[in-house]
């Protein structure tokens, strides 16, 4: 059962990689007149002070608001740019791999924990299942596979629009897709699901496109595996080297 899902999925994946107011005037005497003149003097100064000191307010919460607004303005958009920024900056994960064995394949290298243990299987160049997870019923797995693409005339946005048109062919649901460098290279992470067997399985894929070759590194895995896993697998794709 084990060797069975191992094998559906990775063949499964192989095909796929191909593929925003006025004061109130009284009459009287002289004396009224004079206190009604001060009256209406001391009330226009103090409607000119309450005035005045309204328009200073009203201009300091103006300006005390545009404040706020142009600073709330200024971190949305750094915020905005931050978070574009990390969809395209070089993956900086802090990785100790002391412990870690190196595997090399045609072109490139990458290293894991050595719970992941290489395996032979026929339909990719290198192959690594992890050790601890293939107790139960899906042997979760790294394959890496290359691929001639010499006689099509692809840059790695067209690559992978192909990808992605393989998937949906295949129907597999693409749950996002992501550009990711590693040291130094440009590529993109892909995440999707299928059925296997009766159960939901996982595939997160990190491929790239280097002259006429491609190449592809695929975590499968059951759901289960997937939480476990996904992030180790992540710092096991940011070992990945070039030649």
Do not use: H
């Amino acid at each position: 059962m084990k060797r069975k899902v191992f094998a559906y999925l990775c063949m499964a994946v192989m095909a796929v990689s191909l593929v925003g107011c006025g004061s109130k005037s009284t009459s009287g005497d002289t004396k009224n007149e004079t206190t009604t003149e001060k009256k209406s003097s001391d009330e226009d100064e103090t409607t000119t002070e309450k005035k005045s000191s309204d328009e200073d307010e009203t201009t300091t919460e103006k300006k005390s608001s545009d404040e706020d607004e142009t600073t709330t303005e200024k971190k949305s958009s750094d915020e905005d740019e931050t978070t574009t920024d990390k969809d395209v900056t070089d993956n900086d994960r802090d990785v100790d791999t002391t412990d870690w064995t190196e595997y090399k394949g045609t072109g490139y290298s990458l290293s894991a924990p050595k719970v992941w243990v290489k395996y032979d299987y026929e339909a990719s160049e290198l192959t690594l299942a992890n050790s601890v997870t293939s107790t139960d019923s899906f042997a979760e797995n790294i394959t890496a596979v290359t691929q001639d693409v010499s006689a099509y005339d692809f840059d790695l946005e067209g690559y992978k629009d192909l990808s992605l048109n393989q998937y949906e062919y295949l129907n597999y649901t693409v749950i996002s897709t992501d550009k990711m460098t590693v040291n130094g290279v440009d590529g993109y992470y892909l995440v999707c699901t299928t059925e296997a067997e009766g159960m939901l399985c996982y595939c997160a894929q990190y491929f790239t496109l280097i002259d006429d070759t491609a190449y592809i590194f695929t975590f499968a895995a059951d759901t289960k595996g997937y939480q476990e896993l996904s992030e180790e697998v992540k710092d096991i794709f940011s070992t990945i080297k070039f030649d």
